[in-house]
């Protein structure tokens, strides 16, 4: 009997939705600053007190010398929490396959070095990126690290991020050889960035497997909302570099986004992140504010009707742009 099956390990509840938070520590990308705090921690409780208790973190997270802040910040922000679902938060972080990180040990030691952070126990533990594209040598110590972290009962659970179906699957034997299961598998998944699903076909294999799926960058970054447009309205930065390249592009999705909710009485955001919910995913959308996270709560609740799904389906897939996948996403 292996160890994981000796251990006692409590299950871990996924919400219909989560809250991701890249941008919770991250200047460069998404314009963080610690003033911003004190409505971070509201959104955290709203979220929280509306079923969405799953937040996403990773110790990479945050900028320069803020690196780790947004786990710092979950920490922070889970202990002063006391309501409704409390006990159903789930804090799942991503450890960094860093190319100095080539041992079992360095996962632990940075999976301690998270919980430090976050003052309590990481609940789930994903292995950021995989290292197949470049440093097929490096993964097998890393996934096995991750392994070590469950069956020492230092984690809840494990998942994995931007893997595709081939990779998922080898790495899944590996993992049920030790009898450690893989919670879910994270991946960007939206309207803009369908190419996981339609193409590396991972919904089904994650279903045969028994993996959720979570979706990331769910809102396209933003973009997904409706509120940029090339000519007045660009975020600073990257962000904002991208988006102008992408925005002539995907007009026609953001105008059907549009009549769906006009029609629905919903917000754009609302109808992207019901559509991945729709289609079996657990949407993780990163909000800044109060109003937002607001707003993407009422995502929850309701649900598009086939015919809309399809037609946001059909022109998501013949957009002229598509958002850019992630470098580390393997096949
Ligand atoms: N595994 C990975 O490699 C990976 C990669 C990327 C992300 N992730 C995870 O996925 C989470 C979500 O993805 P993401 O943050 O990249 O992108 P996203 O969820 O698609 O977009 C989030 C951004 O959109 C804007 N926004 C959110 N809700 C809004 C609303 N209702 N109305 C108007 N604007 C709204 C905010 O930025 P502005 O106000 O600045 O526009 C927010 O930061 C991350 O936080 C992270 O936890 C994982």
């Not at 992207?272 to 109060?290: D, Q, Y």
Request: net charge positive.
């Amino acid at each position: 009997m292996g160890l994981a099956q000796t251990q006692n390990h409590q299950p871990i509840t996924f919400p219909l939705m989560g809250c991701g938070t890249w941008a919770w520590g991250n200047r460069l990308l998404w314009g963080y600053d610690q003033s911003m705090d004190r409505q971070l921690q509201e959104v955290f409780n709203l979220c929280v007190a509306n079923g969405v208790t799953l937040f996403d973190s990773g110790d990479s997270y945050g900028t320069g010398k803020l690196q780790g802040r947004s786990e710092t910040l979950l920490g922070q922000f889970y202990r002063d929490y006391q309501g409704i679902n409390q006990n159903n938060i789930c804090l799942a972080t991503k450890l960094a396959a860093y190319p100095w990180r080539l041992t079992r040990q360095s996962m632990i030691s940075a999976c301690q070095a998270s919980a430090k952070r976050l003052g309590k126990k990481v609940d789930l533990v994903q292995m950021h990126w995989s290292t197949a594209n470049y440093a097929p040598w490096q993964e097998r110590a890393l996934l096995g690290g991750l392994g070590d972290l469950y069956q020492q009962g230092q984690v809840k659970g494990v998942g994995l991020s931007n893997y595709g179906s081939k990779r998922l699957k080898q790495v899944y034997q590996i993992f049920s050889d030790r009898h450690i299961p893989i919670l879910s598998l994270q991946v960007q998944y939206s309207l803009l960035s369908t190419y996981p699903v339609t193409e590396l076909g991972l919904k089904e294999v994650c279903d045969e497997l028994g993996i959720k799926l979570i979706a990331y960058s769910p809102l396209g970054l933003g973009l997904l909302t409706g509120k940029y447009d090339e000519k007045n309205a660009l975020p600073k930065g990257v962000r904002g570099i991208l988006f102008k390249r992408l925005l002539p592009g995907i007009r026609p999705l953001l105008q059907c986004l549009e009549a769906v909710a006009q029609h629905r009485e919903k917000t754009m955001a609302q109808v992207a992140l019901n559509w991945c919910i729709c289609k079996g995913t657990i949407p993780i959308p990163g909000a800044k504010t109060l109003v937002q996270a607001q707003d993407n709560i009422g995502a929850l609740g309701w649900r598009l009707d086939e015919g809309e799904i399809e037609e946001l389906d059909r022109v998501a897939a013949n957009l002229e742009r598509k958002m850019v996948q992630n470098i580390f996403q393997t096949r």
